[in-house]
């Protein structure tokens, strides 16, 4: 079993950037393929990224292409979220997730640890 603790959140006027850290413990994060969601006051759960098993495989919603870089460095049992060019629409409590498994996904439900959450704050 793994423990997550994102950090790293904040406010941040649009356009700036902000990078989030997933400090993981209990197992190494090298057993995982990580990932990372949002949610925002009275919406869903959105899928941002997720990175596979050696790193060499990304995915990302279409909302953060191009703006969002997730990477892990497992010497730090640790992934991060770069986060560049926010907009205000970026405000949401990012969490960090996990699951077993060699593949990236987006369906949420496949991942089985979630952190607590670290709140991004982006204003205009």
């Known amino acids: 079993q793994v423990q997550l603790v994102e950090s790293g959140g904040g406010l941040v006027q649009a356009g700036g950037s902000l990078r989030l850290s997933c400090a993981a413990s209990?197992?190494?994060?090298?057993?995982?393929?990580m990932g990372w969601f949002r949610q925002a006051p009275g919406k869903e759960r959105e899928f941002l990224a997720a990175?596979?098993?050696?790193?060499?495989?990304?995915y990302y919603a279409d909302s953060v292409k191009g703006r969002f870089t997730i990477s892990r460095d497992d010497a730090k049992n640790t992934v991060y979220l770069q986060m560049n060019s926010l907009k205000s629409e970026d405000t949401a409590n990012y969490y960090c997730?996990?699951?077993?498994?060699?593949?990236?996904?987006?369906?949420?439900?496949?991942?089985?640890?979630w952190g607590q959450g670290t709140q991004v704050t982006v204003s205009s």
């Open positions: 209990g197992r190494t994060v090298s057993s995982y393929t």
């Open positions: 997730i996990a699951r077993l498994g060699a593949r990236p996904t987006s369906t949420l439900d496949e991942y089985v640890y």
């Open positions: 990175i596979s098993l050696s790193g060499a495989r990304t």
